[in-house]
């Protein structure tokens, strides 16, 4: 099975900043990572997705990630914080084991604090 | 086009009851999935729907079930709700092949008291 371990459940930066919210994934398949933002009573909105192209994938508003096999980790970054930026995001891994690409495990999660 | 729709937004049932949530794709998707989020657990994968057939299952007890109309349209219901039900409930609509995206809807909060 696969799974998701996202460091730190709550990160604090300064605006202007520097984010690194950072994840490590377990499979035994290349995987299809993604990250997803979700606000406050809303739904999870894509950032980014790494299908097996291009190691570093570069998303909206900023944030990039990179896939790095040897560390299986998929770390997000954005390398200057905003206010609006603060929220909570999600690394997830798609299992194909069941014939699907569908099915999403995700990580607990990392809550972003931007101070300004 | 329009994103995924969900309705009810906010629901609230006792112990016991029965539950129905409803989920519109965006136009075009045939790959609809749902999700369980709550404080404790984080996000879990329900199931998932393909052209009216289930393609892929979590770890749910029977309880929980679906189905997808013709339109792509999906309904998940929950019988005999129980506390532990309480939860954001998310669902996401793909075209349907490949590595598709999955793009997701605000969600219907269910509280069971």
């Known amino acids: 099975a696969q799974s998701v371990t996202q460091l730190g459940s709550h990160v604090s930066v300064s605006e202007g900043a520097l984010v690194l919210l950072r994840c490590n994934y377990s499979?035994?398949?290349?995987?299809?990572l993604f990250w997803y933002v979700q606000y406050p009573n809303q739904g999870l909105q894509l950032l980014l997705k790494?299908?097996?192209?291009?190691?570093l994938v570069k998303g909206i508003n900023g944030f990039e990630a990179e896939f790095k096999k040897s560390e299986t980790s998929f770390h997000l970054t954005k390398p200057s914080a905003h206010m609006s930026d603060a929220a909570e995001y999600f690394c997830?891994?798609?299992?194909?084991?069941?014939?699907?690409?569908?099915?999403?495990?995700f990580g607990k999660g990392t809550l972003l604090t931007v101070n300004p | 086009k329009a994103g995924v729709t969900q309705t009810p937004r906010y629901l609230i049932k006792t112990r016991g009851q029965q539950v129905t949530l409803s989920c519109s794709p965006i136009?075009?998707?045939?790959?609809v999935s749902w999700y369980q989020q709550t404080p404790g657990q984080g996000l879990q994968f329900l199931f998932e729907?393909?052209?009216?057939?289930?393609?892929n299952k979590g770890n749910f007890p029977g309880r929980f079930s679906g189905r997808q109309f013709s339109n792509s349209r999906s309904e998940m219901n929950v019988s005999t709700l129980e506390l532990g039900d309480s939860a954001l409930y998310l669902c996401?609509?793909?075209?349907?092949?490949?590595?598709?995206?999955?793009?997701f809807g605000p969600g219907t909060r269910l509280t069971v008291l």
């Open positions: 499979s035994s398949v290349p995987p299809y």
């Open positions: 996401a609509s793909s075209p349907g092949q490949g590595s598709d995206t999955q793009y």
């Open positions: 790494y299908t097996s192209a291009a190691t």
């Open positions: 997830a891994v798609s299992d194909i084991s069941g014939g699907s690409n569908y099915k999403l495990t």
């Open positions: 136009s075009g998707h045939r790959s």
């Open positions: 729907y393909f052209s009216e057939t289930q393609r």
